[in-house]
């Protein structure tokens, strides 16, 4: 059982990356699928998440209008489309699959960074 979060890397402010949350070993689609984003001595926050069938989403107020969250239950595989990067949005991003009356997996983090 395995959540892997990549897709990170280096870019310019104003650029654009793709972050992808693949799941293994279990079926992602009965679980809703969220990212979190930390800066090392910053509170984790909370940047994005969507449900099962993916009807419904969520957006922190620092990323509305610019990240987009999807879900394609095929591929088992939920992304972040992360447009108009910002250096503030520098971070290891982390994705993470619930459900109720299972445990939580977590993927390990993957490193953005945006340069000025």
């Known amino acids: 059982v395995q959540l892997q979060a990549s897709g990170g890397g280096l870019v310019q402010a104003g650029g654009s990356l793709r972050l992808t949350c693949a799941a293994s070993g279990f079926n992602l689609n009965y679980y809703a699928v969220g990212w979190f984003r930390q800066v090392p001595g910053k509170e984790r926050e909370a940047v994005s998440c969507?449900?099962?069938?993916?009807?419904?989403?969520y957006y922190a107020d620092s990323v509305k209008g610019r990240f987009t969250v999807s879900r394609d239950n095929a591929k088992n595989t939920v992304y972040l489309q992360m447009n108009n990067l910002k250096p503030e949005d520098t971070a290891v991003y982390y994705c993470?699959?619930?459900?109720?009356?299972?445990?939580?997996?977590w993927g390990q983090g993957t490193l953005v960074t945006v340069s000025s």
């Open positions: 969507i449900t099962t069938s993916g009807g419904s989403t």
């Open positions: 993470y699959a619930k459900r109720r009356f299972a445990p939580t997996y």
